[in-house]
């Protein structure tokens, strides 16, 4: 059965500051997602990496996967309170058509 | 292009009421996947359909059920409601079942007093 480690489960950062979110998943799947959720609101989708290896950036995000260590990274650069908010990711359990087994969020709070 | 839209927002119920959500997926779109999300289970998968069948169940009772009809909408169905099933529940929609995308509706907020 796929299980999905997340940490930390809060995180609050200063303005500025840099940090990792990490993300463990127990067996082989195919794809890696990132979602970024508001309180009382859905999730947006951030990154959705496939391949050992893959890089993704957008803005002050970078996700980056190894599929060997079965670790993917959320990496926070210079962090705005814009930024605030939960962060999910998510795998893939291959052999299903589209079933996503989601870790348990990291609280991202980014203070002045 | 209009995304996924789940009806109703919000909803109060009594324990013993059944409920019916509804999703309508992105057009065009024909996977559609169901999440519950608690405070204290996190995100947990329901259930997700593909051309009007349900391709895959997640860990929840009998009382949870759902399907999908053939212009890809999808419903779910809670009999017999507990406290225990009050949760924002979250579908996705994909375009089918190799498609690397999904995108999630804004979300039933089920209340269960």
């Known amino acids: 059965e796929l299980k999905v480690e997340q940490n930390p489960l809060f995180l609050s950062m200063q303005e500025g500051k840099n940090y990792t979110i990490y993300c463990n998943y127990s067996?082989?799947?195919?794809?890696l997602y990132w979602y970024r959720q508001d309180p009382g609101k859905s999730l947006e989708s951030l990154f959705v990496?496939?391949?050992?290896?893959a890089v993704k950036q957008e803005g002050r995000l970078m996700a980056s996967l190894d599929t060997k260590a079965r670790l993917s990274t959320l990496h926070i650069t210079a962090a705005v309170h814009d930024l605030s908010a939960t962060y999910f990711c998510a795998a893939h359990d291959t052999g299903t058509a589209s079933k996503l087994t989601f870790g348990t969020g990291t609280r991202l709070q980014v203070t002045l | 292009k209009a995304g996924v839209t789940q009806t109703p927002r919000y909803l109060i119920k009594t324990r013993g009421q059944q409920v019916t959500l509804s999703c309508s997926p992105i057009?065009?779109?024909?996977?559609v996947s169901w999440y519950q999300q608690t405070p204290g289970q996190g995100l947990q998968f329901l259930f997700e359909y593909f051309s009007e069948t349900q391709r895959n169940k997640g860990n929840f009772p009998g009382r949870f059920s759902g399907r999908q009809f053939s212009n890809s909408r999808s419903e779910m169905n809670v009999s017999t409601l507990e406290l225990g099933d009050s949760a924002l529940y979250l579908c996705?929609?994909?375009?089918?079942?190799?498609?690397?995308?999904?995108?999630f509706g804004q979300g039933t907020r089920l209340t269960v007093v």
């Open positions: 990496l496939l391949s050992n290896g």
């Open positions: 996705a929609s994909s375009l089918g079942l190799l498609a690397v995308e999904a995108f």
């Open positions: 067996t082989t799947s195919d794809r």
């Open positions: 057009s065009g779109h024909r996977s």
